[in-house]
């Protein structure tokens, strides 16, 4: 199965307010998970990447937490907007020579005016 | 030069029927991915070529045929697929040589199998 896996498939928040967007993992030894965005009709885009030598990371407009203890990790997305719209995937970098990253399933991102 | 290009964007075939999906990329990214993602599902990665060898084949049929003919293309020839093979199929690139998690993907080609 899956090694990683969102929390709940749909999001719905007032544009403005803040959003998480939660994931969980299986594998202790997993080092590295990477947040990519969807919209409707195009393919998956990166958003930020965090590697378990870390516990935070932040871009514009985003942070990831990463809590090894419970295998757990969360993408934050500050004064949510409009075109934050759409389906959020955390995913994995297992390695091995490749970076063929394996995917969970989505949280689809509802934005309420 | 930032894209990722797949054509065509839509495709319809018979089960008998070969056709190919096709995928271009000029960033000088020596590796390029098939992923497969059916509706409110995650993608599924299927193929990956590293410097234009086949390094991953995530146990896809053989009615999946891909092949790299240089550094900037990349192709999936079907053959004989099956109603349930209809599904997004998206191209991906990245670099090479360090571990990323950033690949780049194009918009998909939607294949519909009849």
């Known amino acids: 199965g899956e090694s990683v896996g969102l929390h709940l498939p749909t999001l719905s928040v007032q544009e403005g307010d803040n959003s998480i967007i939660n994931c969980a993992y299986s594998n202790s030894a997993s080092d590295y998970f990477i947040w990519y965005k969807q919209e409707s009709g195009k393919g998956p885009q990166f958003i930020i990447d965090i590697r378990s030598n870390m516990d935070k990371r932040q871009g514009q407009r985003v942070t990831v937490l990463l809590n090894k203890t419970v295998k757990h990790l969360s993408l934050q997305i500050a004064a949510t907007q409009p075109g934050d719209s759409a389906v959020y995937f955390c995913a994995e970098n297992k390695g091995g020579g490749a970076d063929g990253l394996t995917f969970g399933k989505g949280t689809h991102l509802i934005i309420q005016p | 030069d930032t894209e990722v290009t797949q054509t065509p964007k839509h495709l319809v075939m018979g089960m008998t029927n070969k056709k190919s999906l096709k995928c271009e990329q000029h960033m000088g990214h020596r590796a390029m991915y098939w992923y497969k993602q059916k509706a409110k599902k995650p993608p599924e990665l299927m193929f990956v070529?590293?410097?234009?060898?086949?390094?991953i084949n995530e146990s896809v049929p053989s009615r999946f045929s891909p092949e790299c003919p240089n550094s900037s293309l990349l192709n999936l020839h079907l053959h004989a697929l099956q109603p349930e093979d209809s599904a997004l199929y998206l191209c991906?690139?990245?670099?090479?040589?360090?571990?990323?998690?950033?690949?780049?993907f194009g918009e998909g080609s939607r294949l519909t199998v009849l």
């Open positions: 991906a690139s990245s670099t090479s040589g360090a571990r990323t998690g950033e690949l780049f």
């Open positions: 070529y590293s410097y234009e060898k086949l390094s």
